[in-house]
Structure formats: structure tokens, C-alpha cells
């Protein structure tokens, strides 16, 4: 199943991860210990922010390290940056008519 960064942050718990990896690059263990979960649903959620990019874990000895790479979230800032514009432009529209009106 291909998986983009709209699904990951779609999921509460993903984006607590996420917020979790911003601060501190954690062992899977340390992961699993922040939430009221099975250790087995914080790794379906981390393989899901993974096969996103927005998790990158590498091998160190025996634990695996994660880590958060933030880069892929542009794609998400860019997107609603759009539909802010746009209420922008609207609010600002309505603002003037509203202000007309006054003056009327």
C-alpha cells in the first residue's frame, strides 16, 4: 500500500510520535514507553511514519534508534498555506463589504 504524510498525520497517535522524535532521538523501547499502547501497535505506527519519511531509524549495536526528519512535513505546510490564502483573501473580502456597509 503506498502511504503519503497526509495519512501518517491523520492518526493522533502518529503525530504524538512525531512530536516525541522532535525533541529526542529514542530507541523503539523508549518510544513504546510514552503511550498506553501495545509495544506491537507503536511499531505498525512507526513502520507507517517510516514508509512515509517522516521517521528514519538506523541500527546502533543491538537497539534501533529513531529519529524524526521534519523535511517531509513542507509537503503538509504547503498544502493548507493554500486554503489559507484563500480564507485569507475571503475574510479580507468580507471585512471591506462589511465596512461598507457601515459607512452606508
Known sequence: MRRDVFQAIADPT??????????????LNAVADNFEISRPAVSKHIKILTE?????????????????????????????NLYREF?????????????DEQTK
Open 14 to 27: 502518529r503525530r504524538e510520535i512525531i512530536n516525541l522524535l522532535a525533541q529526542n532521538e529514542l530507541n
Open 52 to 80: 512515509c519519511g517522516l521517521i528514519v531509524i538506523k541500527q546502533q549495536g543491538r537497539e534501533r534508534y529513531c529519529r524524526a526528519e521534519l523535511k517531509k512535513l513542507k509537503e503538509v505546510a504547503e498544502w493548507t
Open 87 to 99: 480564507w485569507n483573501e475571503k475574510l479580507d473580502a468580507l471585512g471591506s463589504f462589511l465596512e
